[in-house]
């Protein structure tokens, strides 16, 4: 991180000892923050300003504990936040009326003046390593020092966390303060925004959004299965699933932005969901259809808004007797032996209403409430009254998050035709290539062996010697009346791919935007990323697009009238609509190239397209009706 802590100068203003003479607001009380860690910090941001809106009497400070093997990134988020930060060194010198944390491991100055210590999670769950001994520690219990000296406050999100103290730390006896939990009555209350969080994210009405969450640690979800959102977006349909991945703060602080993102490189070409460590892995859970979860907080969140879930790891340093252990024996466990997309959706068919709820009401307390009964408890120990002109404070919805994802920019596109064939007493339709015996050239890249992704394995052979492919003498059937169901999945990630009778798999790439330019060199079929002006341009384009990549069979692309272009090389340009909205070019050229293999040639006539596979559970996926009309031919 760019900030160091050399880099934290004593303050002057607005503690020190002349910060009067600079100060505009003339506090009556001093609170100062304990920012330890980052996971710490970003609770304690997420809760103060609702707890001291308006109040000037009340002089806050961030004080940076820099002993922490997780603070990295705290000190930057201080910064960016606009906090006043005072190095560690300066509290002894300062006379603080309260000092507030979400990290119980600090070590405070001798003095009178009480801590709040606010959860970082839900409640005591986990044993973690103790820095002070080679020991394991419950998480979140003050030191013993803290406790002798009655100065400790903790508060808790249930009665239960307070009997879970006392047995195990007696010393705890009446520093429990029940505040519920301010985190979870956020979510509930963004309930009713979740199409707007799911709108922000990409994630279309139709689709599915499975969220993987990770708490840190080699027993952690992401620690034991590093490659897990990669295998999600190998196998789950992109036009029907969309994959997000919450990590927790201390997996970024512990190793690094850069680490994580190149750990999950592949998965981030595919579209992968990555949400930050500070606030949006909060919108991201409301908007999740299905957790995948380990025993960290967010997968108990997730049980607390009744998403159906899953356990793919469980560590043994979860704490038994928890509410945490508790979904540990509820929840299915999601595991590698099995199909991915099988498993979700098992998942999701066998999920019952308030499965959870026993669970979640082992965990958390008086919903609703946790803001009021916190901003109460922090003015009783500053020893002020609470401000008289604002209502106590309320759980307000989430803001939307920003869309982490990078744009996809190549697929492996599995096609099934599954319409009968026309009879020879058909009609024969009318367009440039009706029905007929012909010499039409193969399509590249299959059938007369030039650059692709070959069937069945996940890998590029070389692009050939730029040539004309060779004809292929065959009775073809008209296109029209076909029905042909796509799956498409991110190539970067994409896993090997067999065909069988009616099922075919090509190679589809945006060339103006992959990098990996074997890719493009290989692709059967090449997309537009923006909509030509009219459809004389769209032409020009697919003309010099087959020409600058000779490898391909298809190049499409969308027009601004909301018709698709789609053109063959040595074949027929064909102008395609769809019976709602705009015609999608990636689907009108899978469907053209699908009925080329199935032996159609691109008459006239509609063509219905199914996104996703009609033998797996039906959940009303999309579909579209096009209709082609043959507009030219293409010789070169």
Same mark, same amino acid.
Not at 6 to 34: K, Y
Not at 122 to 146: A, C, E, N
Not at 262 to 275: H, I, S
Not at 617 to 629: D, I, K, Q
């Given at each position: 991180?760019?900030?160091?802590?050399?880099?934290?100068?004593?303050?002057?203003? +607005? #503690?020190?000892?002349?910060?009067?003479?600079?100060?505009?607001?003339?506090?009556?009380?001093?609170?100062?923050?304990?920012?330890?860690?980052?996971?710490?910090?970003?609770?304690?941001?997420?809760?103060?300003?609702?707890?001291?809106?308006?109040?000037?009497?009340?002089?806050?400070?961030?004080?940076?504990?820099?002993?922490?093997?997780?603070?990295?990134?705290?000190?930057?988020?201080?910064?960016?936040?606009?906090?006043?930060?005072?190095?560690?060194?300066?509290?002894?010198?300062?006379?603080?009326?309260?000092?507030?944390?979400?990290?119980?491991?600090?070590?405070?100055?001798?003095?009178?003046?009480?801590?709040?210590?606010?959860?970082?999670?839900?409640?005591?769950?986990?044993?973690?390593?103790?820095?002070?001994?080679?020991?394991?520690?419950?998480?979140?219990?003050?030191?013993?020092?803290?406790?002798?000296?009655? *100065?400790?406050?903790?508060?808790?999100?249930?009665?239960?966390?307070? *009997?879970?103290?006392?047995? !195990?730390? /007696?010393?705890?006896?009446?520093?429990?303060?029940?505040?519920?939990?301010?985190?979870?009555?956020?979510?509930?209350?963004?309930?009713?925004?979740?199409?707007?969080?799911?709108?922000?994210?990409?994630?279309?009405?139709?689709?599915?959004?499975? &969220?993987?969450?990770?708490?840190?640690?080699?027993?952690?979800?992401?620690?034991?299965?590093?490659?897990?959102?990669?295998? &999600?977006?190998?196998?789950?349909?992109?036009?029907?699933?969309?994959?997000?991945?919450?990590?927790?703060?201390?997996?970024?602080?512990?190793?690094?932005?850069?680490? $994580? *993102?190149?750990?999950?490189?592949?998965?981030?070409?595919?579209?992968?969901?990555?949400?930050? +460590?500070?606030?949006?892995?909060?919108?991201?859970?409301?908007?999740?259809?299905?957790?995948?979860?380990?025993?960290? !907080?967010?997968?108990?969140?997730?049980?607390?808004?009744?998403?159906?879930?899953?356990?793919?790891?469980?560590?043994?340093?979860? #704490?038994?007797?928890?509410?945490?252990?508790?979904?540990?024996?509820?929840?299915? *466990?999601?595991?590698?032996?099995?199909?991915?997309?099988?498993?979700?959706?098992?998942?999701?068919?066998?999920?019952?209403?308030?499965?959870?709820?026993?669970?979640?009401?082992?965990?958390?307390?008086? /919903?609703?409430?946790?803001?009021?009964?916190?901003? %109460?408890?922090?003015?009783?120990?500053?020893?002020?009254?609470?401000?008289?002109?604002?209502?106590?404070?309320?759980?307000? %919805?989430?803001?939307?998050?920003?869309?982490?994802?990078?744009?996809?920019?190549?697929?492996?596109?599995?096609?099934? #035709?599954?319409?009968?064939?026309?009879?020879?007493?058909?009609?024969?339709?009318?367009?440039?290539?009706?029905?007929?015996?012909?010499?039409?050239?193969?399509?590249?890249?299959?059938?007369?062996?030039?650059?692709?992704?070959?069937?069945?394995?996940?890998?590029?052979?070389?692009?050939?010697?730029?040539?004309?492919?060779?004809?292929?003498?065959?009775?073809?059937?008209?296109?029209?009346?076909?029905?042909?169901? $796509?799956?498409?999945?991110?190539?970067?990630?994409?896993?090997?791919? !067999?065909?069988?009778?009616?099922?075919?798999?090509?190679?589809?790439?945006?060339?103006?935007?992959?990098?990996?330019?074997?890719?493009?060199?290989?692709?059967?079929?090449?997309?537009?990323?923006?909509?030509?002006?009219?459809?004389?341009?769209?032409?020009?384009?697919?003309?010099?697009?087959?020409?600058?990549?000779?490898?391909?069979?298809?190049?499409?692309?969308?027009?601004?009238?909301?018709?698709?272009?789609?053109?063959?090389?040595?074949?027929?340009?064909? &102008?395609?609509?769809?019976? !709602?909205?705009?015609?999608?070019?990636?689907?009108?050229?899978?469907?053209?190239?699908?009925?080329?293999?199935?032996?159609?040639?691109?008459?006239?006539?509609?063509?219905?397209?199914?996104?996703?596979? /009609?033998?797996?559970?039906?959940?009303?996926?999309?579909?579209?009706?096009?209709?082609?009309?043959?507009?030219?031919?293409?010789?070169?």
């Amino acid at each position: 991180m760019a900030a160091r802590i050399a880099d934290i100068p004593f303050l002057r203003v +607005p #503690v020190g000892d002349d910060a009067h003479r600079w100060s505009t607001f003339p506090g009556e009380r001093t609170l100062v923050v304990a920012a330890r860690t980052l996971t710490s910090t970003i609770r304690v941001l997420e809760v103060l300003p609702a707890l001291l809106r308006g109040d000037s009497r009340v002089t806050v400070v961030f004080a940076h504990d820099p002993t922490s093997a997780f603070g990295d990134g705290s000190l930057d988020l201080l910064h960016d936040s606009g906090c006043r930060v005072m190095p560690w060194g300066q509290l002894p010198h300062i006379a603080p009326d309260l000092i507030l944390s979400a990290s119980e491991n600090i070590e405070v100055p001798e003095g009178n003046c009480p801590v709040l210590v606010l959860p970082h999670g839900i409640g005591f769950q986990k044993y973690v390593p103790d820095s002070r001994s080679p020991r394991s520690r419950l998480s979140g219990v003050v030191p013993d020092t803290l406790l002798e000296a009655g *100065r400790a406050w903790i508060a808790v999100s249930h009665p239960e966390q307070e *009997r879970q103290l006392l047995a !195990s730390h /007696p010393r705890t006896a009446g520093h429990t303060l029940l505040v519920g939990d301010p985190c979870l009555d956020e979510l509930l209350v963004s309930a009713d925004r979740r199409d707007d969080y799911r709108r922000v994210l990409g994630v279309a009405d139709h689709q599915r959004l499975v &969220l993987v969450s990770s708490t840190w640690g080699p027993t952690s979800l992401i620690g034991r299965d590093p490659q897990l959102p990669a295998r &999600l977006l190998a196998e789950l349909p992109w036009d029907e699933y969309r994959v997000g991945l919450v990590l927790h703060p201390n997996v970024w602080s512990a190793h690094g932005a850069w680490h $994580v *993102r190149t750990l999950q490189a592949d998965a981030l070409d595919a579209g992968l969901l990555l949400m930050p +460590p500070v606030h949006d892995w909060r919108p991201a859970l409301v908007a999740a259809d299905v957790v995948i979860g380990d025993h960290g !907080s967010v997968t108990l969140y997730g049980a607390a808004l009744d998403k159906p879930l899953a356990l793919a790891a469980y560590g043994n340093d979860a #704490v038994p007797g928890t509410a945490g252990a508790d979904l540990a024996r509820t929840a299915p *466990r999601f595991g590698p032996g099995r199909s991915a997309l099988r498993q979700i959706e098992d998942v999701i068919r066998t999920h019952e209403p308030d499965r959870y709820a026993s669970v979640a009401a082992r965990a958390f307390a008086e /919903p609703g409430t946790a803001l009021a009964r916190l901003r %109460t408890a922090l003015y009783d120990l500053l020893r002020l009254e609470p401000p008289t002109t604002a209502p106590p404070p309320g759980p307000l %919805t989430l803001t939307v998050p920003e869309n982490p994802a990078t744009t996809v920019t190549a697929w492996m596109v599995v096609t099934h #035709v599954t319409a009968p064939r026309p009879t020879d007493t058909d009609p024969a339709p009318t367009g440039t290539d009706a029905g007929s015996t012909d010499t039409d050239p193969a399509p590249t890249g299959i059938d007369a062996g030039s650059a692709d992704i070959a069937p069945g394995a996940n890998r590029i052979n070389p692009a050939p010697t730029p040539t004309d492919p060779a004809p292929v003498s065959r009775t073809t059937a008209p296109v029209g009346r076909a029905t042909v169901d $796509v799956r498409r999945f991110p190539c970067a990630v994409a896993a090997e791919l !067999s065909e069988e009778a009616g099922t075919f798999v090509h190679l589809a790439v945006c060339p103006d935007r992959e990098r990996d330019r074997r890719l493009t060199e290989s692709a059967s079929v090449l997309l537009g990323s923006a909509p030509a002006p009219s459809s004389a341009d769209g032409l020009r384009w697919v003309r010099d697009t087959l020409a600058r990549w000779p490898g391909s069979l298809l190049a499409a692309t969308a027009l601004a009238s909301g018709e698709s272009l789609v053109g063959r090389r040595h074949g027929a340009a064909t &102008l395609v609509s769809a019976d !709602s909205g705009p015609a999608d070019p990636a689907f009108a050229a899978a469907a053209l190239y699908a009925c080329l293999r199935d032996g159609r040639t691109p008459g006239e006539g509609p063509v219905t397209v199914r996104i996703g596979d /009609p033998r797996d559970e039906p959940r009303g996926l999309p579909s579209v009706r096009l209709t082609l009309r043959a507009v030219g031919h293409l010789d070169g």
